[in-house]
T-cell receptor, first 115, second 109 residues
Framework: DTGVSQDPRHKITKRGQNVTFRCDPISEHNRLYWYRQTLGQGPEFLTYFQNEAQLEKSRLLSDRFSAERPKGSFSTLEIQRTEQGDSAMYLC?????????????FGEGSWLTVV | TQLLEQSPQFLSIQEGENLTVYCNSSSVFSSLQWYRQEPGEGPVLLVTVVTGGEVKKLKRLTFQFGDARKDSSLHITAAQPGDTGLYLCAGYRDDKIIFGKGTRLHILP
């Protein structure tokens, strides 16, 4: 399968713990995006990378959140000192800049439940 | 303020009926995409429209991009229970896509 893959698919953690999600984009896609989705809402933009550079961060991304893409391939999203309000599905997506219609492809998401 | 407004938010209709879902904005987008999402899964791309006035067909689904590239519609002909799901429109702007809240569609057998 050559789509966007995310790991883990599900994570249950206690409030105050740190969690890390990994995303492997489609091969040769130079852009990688993170979104967050809560029940009843569409996905909300968090941040995106072009190669290894983080080009934009949403105001939704508090200082407890950090994303990296060290070699311009896979990316990690870490949440420190988790809160119950962090419970959501975290979606990763990738695209090729200049591709037809700026199409962005999503992974299956990582569900986070903070108890 | 939601940049992309989708209507209706919920729609439940009988199998075989036709339906239209709308996606509206006051902003211009360089392209607009429609996704379908199943519970617990990521959005799956259905179509990308790029040119104002463009119409694309995907079997029983017809997508249209407004002439001014501010709005779009999705029309489903003879809806099937397998069409049930969350339909999301998303506009490409400033190097990222912005989503509407989605239309939750339920087709009754």
């Amino acid at each position: 399968d050559t789509g966007v893959s995310q790991d883990p698919r599900h994570k249950i953690t206690k409030r105050g713990q740190n969690v890390t999600f990994r995303c492997d984009p489609i091969s040769e896609h130079n852009r990688l995006y993170w979104y967050r989705q809560t029940l009843g809402q569409g996905p909300e933009f968090l941040t995106y990378f072009q190669n290894e550079a983080q080009l934009e961060k949403s105001r939704l991304l508090s200082d407890r959140f950090s994303a990296e893409r060290p070699k311009g391939s896979f990316s990690t999203l870490e949440i420190q000192r988790t809160e119950q309000g962090d419970s959501a599905m975290y979606l990763c997506a990738s695209s090729h800049q200049g591709g037809s219609g700026n199409t962005i492809y999503f992974g299956e998401g990582s569900w986070l439940t903070v108890v | 303020t939601q940049l992309l407004e989708q209507s209706p938010q919920f729609l439940s209709i009988q199998e075989g009926e036709n339906l239209t879902v709308y996606c509206n904005s006051s902003s211009v987008f360089s392209s607009l995409q429609w996704y379908r999402q199943e519970p617990g899964e990521g959005p799956v791309l259905l179509v990308t429209v790029v040119t104002g006035g463009e119409v694309k067909k995907l079997k029983r689904l017809t997508f249209q991009f407004g002439d001014a590239r501010k709005d779009s519609s999705l029309h489903i002909t003879a809806a099937q229970p397998g069409d049930t799901g969350l339909y999301l429109c998303a506009g490409y702007r400033d190097d990222k896509i912005i989503f509407g809240k989605g239309t939750r569609l339920h087709i009754l057998p």
